[in-house]
C-alpha cells in the first residue's frame, strides 16, 4: 500500500455522517412525540365516535378549560402540590429511619416489620376520618395521609438495600476496626441509596393519591376538593383537567427524584448511552 492510500479505519471515518443525533435527545423526542400521538388519536377517537363530554371530554376541550380556569386552579394547585411534598418528606425520614432500624437489626425486623405490613394493609380511606377527628379538617389530615401512604415503600426498600451488605465485608471492616456505626454510614447507607431512590418513585405517586384522597373526604381547597365539586355538579371536563394537574406534578418531581438519583447514585446506573452509540 503506497504512502498517499488512506487506511481503512480512514475511509470508515470519512464515509460515517460527520454527525449524529444524540441518544438520549432520541429518546426524549420519541417520548414527546409519543405523547403527541397519544393526545391527537384520543382526540380523533371522540370526534369519530361522538362520545358526549360527559363521558370522555376531548383534550382540546380540557386544553380550553385548563386555559379558562387557570386563575382558579391555580391557588388549589399550590395547595396540593405543597400538602404532598411537605407529606413525602415527613414520610421519606420517617421511613429512612424506621428503615435503617429495621435493616440494621435482626431483632427490630422480627418485632416491627409484621406491624408495618399489618398497619400498611389497612385502606388509607379509613384513616382520613380518624385525623378529621383529631386534627379538624383542612390541610394536616392531607399532609398525614400523604405521610402514612409513602413511609411503607421507603422502609421496605431502605430495609432491604441495608441487608444486601455481604457480611463478609461486614467481617473485614471488623476486623480493620471499623465499629458498627462506621459500617452503616461508609457501606450501608451508600448501599441501599438505589434501593431508597427506587422508593422514592412509588411514594412520590402515593403521595399524591394520599393528599387527593384526604382533600376530597376533609377539605374545603385543593384539586381532590375541585374534582370533587366539579363531578358534583357533572363538570367533567374540569374533573379531566384536574386529572391532568395531577399528573403533570406526579412527573415533575418524578423527574426531580431521578435527577437527584442521577447525581448520587450514577454509579450505579448502566452506560445505555455508550451501549446505543
Not at 31 to 60: K, M, Q
Not at 191 to 206: C, D, E, N, Q
Not at 254 to 265: C, F, K, M, P, Q
Request: net charge positive; charged share 10%; with cysteine.
Amino acid at each position: 500500500m503506497s504512502a498517499a492510500s488512506p487506511s481503512i479505519p480512514a475511509v470508515k471515518a470519512a464515509a460515517k455522517p460527520a454527525s449524529r443525533m444524540n441518544p438520549k435527545t432520541k429518546r426524549y423526542l420519541l417520548s414527546a412525540l409519543t405523547l403527541v400521538g397519544f393526545f391527537l388519536l384520543w382526540e380523533v377517537i371522540c370526534l369519530a365516535s361522538g362520545v358526549s363530554d360527559l363521558v370522555l371530554p376531548r383534550p382540546s376541550q380540557i386544553a380550553v378549560v385548563l386555559w379558562q380556569k387557570f386563575p382558579l386552579l391555580w391557588p388549589h394547585t399550590v395547595q396540593t402540590l405543597y400538602t404532598t411534598v411537605v407529606g413525602f418528606a415527613l414520610g421519606v425520614l420517617v421511613g429512612v429511619v424506621i428503615g435503617v432500624i429495621i435493616g440494621s437489626s435482626r431483632l427490630a425486623y422480627d418485632v416491627a416489620y409484621p406491624l408495618l405490613v399489618g398497619f400498611s394493609s389497612i385502606p388509607k380511606v379509613a384513616v382520613v376520618p380518624i385525623f378529621v377527628v383529631w386534627f379538624g379538617s383542612g390541610t394536616v389530615p392531607a399532609i398525614l395521609t400523604s405521610l402514612v401512604i409513602s413511609i411503607f415503600p421507603v422502609v421496605v426498600n431502605v430495609a432491604t438495600g441495608l441487608a444486601t451488605t455481604e457480611p463478609e465485608l461486614e467481617d473485614v471492616l471488623k476486623v480493620l476496626g471499623a465499629s458498627k456505626r462506621d459500617i452503616l454510614w461508609n457501606v450501608g447507607l451508600p448501599r441501599a441509596l438505589p434501593y431508597l431512590f427506587a422508593s422514592l418513585k412509588i411514594a412520590i405517586t402515593l403521595s399524591f393519591v394520599g393528599t387527593v384522597l384526604s382533600e376530597t373526604v376533609a377539605a374545603n381547597k385543593g384539586i381532590g376538593n375541585v374534582m370533587m365539586i366539579a363531578s358534583g355538579n357533572f363538570d367533567v371536563p374540569l374533573v379531566f383537567a384536574g386529572l391532568f394537574i395531577l399528573a403533570v406534578l406526579g412527573v415533575l418531581l418524578y423527574a426531580i427524584s431521578a435527577y437527584i438519583e442521577g447525581r448520587l447514585t450514577g454509579w450505579t446506573q448502566r452506560k445505555t448511552d455508550m451501549a446505543m452509540a
